[in-house]
């Protein structure tokens, strides 16, 4: 179990450019989140995939944002034409079926910087 | 839906002294709620949760904190802080019942622990 992990851990980009990132999930754990959090706040839930369904989205998921998660695996969120009120650390989750199904494991993150 | 409040942004505190973070949240339905820890640079640590059962949850590192559902409060304590508890803490919520729930999070609480 090598716990939740996100790539890159840092992004910097230009307003306007587009920007994928990428979660792997705990290995079997059916359900990935992923949550929005800026300077000095809360993380805030974006969107939830069950296996590769997309069951819930926030209305913090403009259509800017678009989420996959094509084979129940990993899955990826990206951004286009980037705002400076992109920035943020986006935060993946994941959580299994069985045992401790209602704990999120979080991953470290990807701090996203929109110049 | 859900909002989780706390009540305190700052808190400092020296070293062996024993610390409250507060919690109060609102819902119109049961909850099942969450302390995690966040340290710079990284991603949301679980320190304890309660779903159900004994209101009084003991967690790592030391913490605890008590399910006070007339006061719909969840605050975290520790008898005794060391230097390395110096982290911002997320208290959340999510709807009980089934898995798969997305999480609500406080505002966070900055715990400055002072030699």
């Known amino acids: 179990d090598t716990g939740v992990s996100q790539d890159p851990r840092h992004k910097i980009t230009k307003r306007g450019q587009n920007v994928t990132f990428r979660c792997d999930p705990i290995?079997?754990?059916?359900?990935l989140y992923w949550y929005r959090q800026t300077l000095g706040q809360g993380p805030e839930f974006l969107t939830y995939?069950?296996?590769?369904?997309?069951?819930?989205k926030s209305r913090l998921l403009s259509d800017r944002f678009s989420a996959e998660r094509p084979k129940g695996s990993f899955s990826t969120l990206e951004i286009q034409r980037t705002e400076q009120g992109d920035s943020a650390m986006y935060l993946c989750?994941?959580?299994?079926?069985?045992?401790?199904?209602?704990?999120?494991?979080f991953g470290a993150g990807t701090r996203l910087s929109v110049l | 839906a859900q909002s989780v409040t706390q009540l305190d942004s700052q808190v400092p505190v020296f070293e062996e002294a024993p610390v409250e973070l507060r919690c109060n949240y609102s819902s119109s339905v049961s909850v099942y709620l969450f302390w995690y820890v966040q340290y710079p640079n990284q991603g949301l640590q679980l320190l304890l949760k309660?779903?159900?059962?004994?209101?009084l949850v003991k967690g790592i590192n030391g913490f605890e904190a008590e399910f006070n559902k007339s006061q719909t409060s969840f605050h975290l304590r520790k008898p005794s802080v060391h230097i390395s508890d110096t982290a911002e803490y997320f208290c959340a919520v999510s709807p009980g019942g089934e898995a798969g729930n997305m999480l609500t999070f406080g505002g966070g609480t900055r715990l400055m622990v002072k030699p």
């Open positions: 309660y779903l159900s059962g004994s209101t």
């Open positions: 989750a994941s959580s299994p079926d069985y045992g401790d199904k209602n704990i999120q494991y």
């Open positions: 290995s079997e754990h059916n359900r």
């Open positions: 995939f069950q296996n590769e369904a997309q069951l819930e």
